[in-house]
């Protein structure tokens, strides 16, 4: 059974910081060929977007890149003695503002990549975050 908890998440001032921590219980110890961890956010009226992805097995680390923005201010890293995948967020701005998920892959699933959300399985409830101007 894969558990997935996010939390880190609050309100900040525009050019503040945050640190997500992603909770994967059952997961970072589960024997898998494919085991990734992402992390994807949602704003209000928009679609979800993949931010950054890590390979559990092998510490790989993606990002986004379509927004440039995102990539050099968010960095993805796991502590596997925790159990725990963070998102550390910096320089944030009001556009940042987004309910923030955590999610995990399964071999034989659909995949379309790390940063595809159909190649994930299991999701948390996420976090808020709001930055505000």
């Known amino acids: 059974q894969v558990n997935i908890v996010e939390s880190g998440g609050g309100s900040v001032e525009a050019g503040g910081s945050l640190r997500l921590a992603c909770e994967a219980s059952?997961?970072?110890?589960?024997?898998?060929?494919?085991?990734?961890i992402g992390w994807f956010r949602q704003a209000p009226g928009k679609q979800r977007e993949a931010l950054a992805a890590?390979?559990?097995?092998?510490?790989?680390?993606?990002?986004?890149t379509y927004r440039t923005s995102v990539r050099g201010r968010f960095t993805i890293s796991q502590d596997t003695a925790k159990n725990l995948v963070y998102l550390q967020m910096d320089s944030l701005q009001p556009d940042d503002t987004a309910l923030y998920y955590c999610a995990a892959t399964s071999y034989g699933t659909v995949w379309s990549g790390p940063l595809a959300h159909e190649s994930y399985k299991f999701w948390g409830k996420g976090t808020q975050v709001t930055v505000g101007s």
């Open positions: 890590i390979n559990a097995n092998t510490g790989q680390t993606y990002y986004q």
């Open positions: 059952g997961y970072i110890g589960k024997m898998d060929q494919r085991k990734y």
